[in-house]
Nanobody, 127 residues
Framework: QVQLVESGGGLVQAGGSLRLSCAAS????????MGWFRQAPGKERRFVAT????????YYADSVKGRFSISRENDKNTVYLQMNSLKPEDTAVYYC????????????????????WGQGTQVTVSS
């Protein structure tokens, strides 16, 4: 059974930074494209970033491009999301997820493309 556990969320002032981590187990991590999504109160869950199984390729939502950076360490079964220049509109619960198919495309960013999800970590950005 796949298990994803996020950590690193918290309260930060606008302009600050946070680094989220997601530890994975129960899957051959190095075979799967991983993603980060977020859900703000009263809104749908939305795509943030994906990283290919090898870590060589990344893909971002326009709203975070240039501010957020996704990375992974396959030997540690962990994916990260470095968030810089945070804005109040980045406030949300952040989820990591593993794609349904092995060796999947980074452009596959629908929620239905992902089979396993973490429990989420809250990020709050104050103005």
């Amino acid at each position: 059974q796949v298990q994803l556990v996020e950590s690193g969320g918290g309260l930060v002032q606008a302009g600050g930074s946070l680094r989220l981590s997601c530890a994975a187990s129960g899957l051959t991590f190095s075979r799967y494209t991983m993603g980060w999504f977020r859900q703000a109160p009263g809104k749908e869950r939305r795509f943030v970033a994906t990283i290919s199984w090898s870590g060589d390729n990344t893909y971002y939502a326009d709203s975070v491009k240039g501010r957020f950076s996704i990375s992974r360490e396959n030997d540690k079964n962990t994916v990260y999301l470095q968030m810089n220049s945070l804005k109040p509109e980045d406030t949300a619960v952040y989820y990591c997820a593993s794609q349904r198919r092995s060796y999947g495309y980074i452009e596959s960013t629908r929620s239905s493309d992902f089979a396993a999800w973490g429990q989420g970590t809250q990020v709050t950005v104050s103005s």
